[in-house]
C-alpha cells in the first residue's frame, strides 16, 4: 500500500510538474493537463481542488512579468464581474456533484478544448460586440473554471476573437482575467468548505513541482517550436480527457 501511494504522489508530482511545464511555455493550460492526468489516479473532486494554490501561484507569476495589468483590467472589468458570478455558480455545482458526472463534464471540456485550439476556425468579434460578448464568456468561463479549475478555454477563444489584440496585450489580459479567476475561486472553495485545512496543505506542496515546471518551461519557450509543442499538448489533452470519460463510462 505504502508503495502504491508513493507511485501516486510520483505521478501527481510528474502532472503538476507538465502543468507547469505548459504554463512557462505556452502561457496557458496548467489545469488543463495537469487535473485530468490526476483525476486518472485521484478522486476527481481531489484533483481539481489540489489546483487552488498551484494555479494562483502561476498566474501571480505570469502576471508580474506581463505587466499592463491597469490597462487590461480598465477594458475588461465587465467579464471580471461575470466570472465572479459565473464562479460562484460553478463552486455551489462542485460542492454537491457526483464523482461520474463531474468526470464526465471535465473530460468533455479538456476534449472540446483541445479540439478548439488545434482548429484553425477563430471567431471575429466586432468592436460593438466586444463587451456583451466578454459577459457571455465571462460567466461559461467562470461556471465551468469553478466547477473544474478550468478558466481558461473559454477566456481564450474569446481574447483571440477580439481583431488587434496583439500578443502582449493578449498576455496582459489574460494574466488579469486568471488572476481575477482563481483568487476569488480558490477563496469560494474554502468558503464553501470543500477546500479545508488538509488539503490547503497539499495544494500548497502541490505548487512546487508547477514551479519547477514554470521555470523549465520558460527555457524551453525559446528552444522548442510553439507549433510542435502545441501539437504534443492537443495529443496529451485528447488522451487524458478521453481517459476521464472512459473512467465516467465503465
Known amino acids: 500500500m505504502q508503495e502504491f501511494d508513493l507511485l501516486i504522489v510520483a505521478w501527481c508530482a510528474f502532472a503538476l510538474f507538465c502543468g507547469g511545464l505548459i504554463k512557462g511555455t505556452l502561457g496557458v493550460g496548467t489545469p488543463l493537463l495537469t487535473v485530468p492526468l490526476m483525476a486518472l489516479v485521484l478522486p476527481a473532486q ?8 498551484p494555479v494562483v501561484v502561476a498566474n501571480v507569476w505570469q502576471a508580474f512579468k506581463a505587466g499592463r495589468l491597469h490597462a487590461a483590467a480598465a477594458r475588461f472589468w465587465p467579464v471580471f464581474i461575470a466570472i465572479l458570478i459565473g464562479t460562484y455558480g460553478g463552486v455551489s455545482i462542485l460542492a454537491r456533484i457526483d464523482e461520474r458526472s463531474l468526470l464526465l463534464i471535465v473530460g ?3 476534449i472540446a478544448a483541445a479540439i478548439l485550439q488545434g482548429s484553425s476556425y477563430r471567431l471575429s468579434l466586432p468592436p460593438a460586440l466586444e463587451r456583451p460578448s466578454g459577459v457571455l464568456f465571462g460567466l461559461a468561463s467562470g461556471v465551468v473554471g469553478g466547477l473544474s479549475s478550468m478558466f481558461g478555454p473559454m477566456l481564450i ?3 483571440v476573437s477580439i481583431p488587434g489584440l496583439d500578443k502582449e496585450r493578449f498576455v496582459a489580459t489574460i494574466s488579469f482575467l486568471y488572476i481575477a479567476c482563481v483568487v476569488p475561486w480558490a477563496i469560494m472553495l474554502a468558503w464553501f468548505g470543500i477546500l479545508d485545512q488538509e488539503l490547503v496543505v497539499l495544494s500548497s506542496l502541490a505548487t512546487l513541482p508547477v514551479v519547477v515546471g514554470l521555470v523549465v518551461g520558460e527555457v524551453l519557450r525559446k528552444r522548442v517550436s510553439d507549433a510542435r509543442f502545441r501539437k504534443m499538448v492537443l495529443v496529451v489533452l485528447l488522451l487524458s480527457g478521453g481517459a476521464m470519460l472512459w473512467r465516467a463510462l465503465v
Open 157 to 159: 477563444i474569446y481574447l
Open 46 to 53: 481531489m484533483a481539481v481542488i489540489l489546483m487552488a494554490m
Open 108 to 110: 468533455a471540456v479538456v
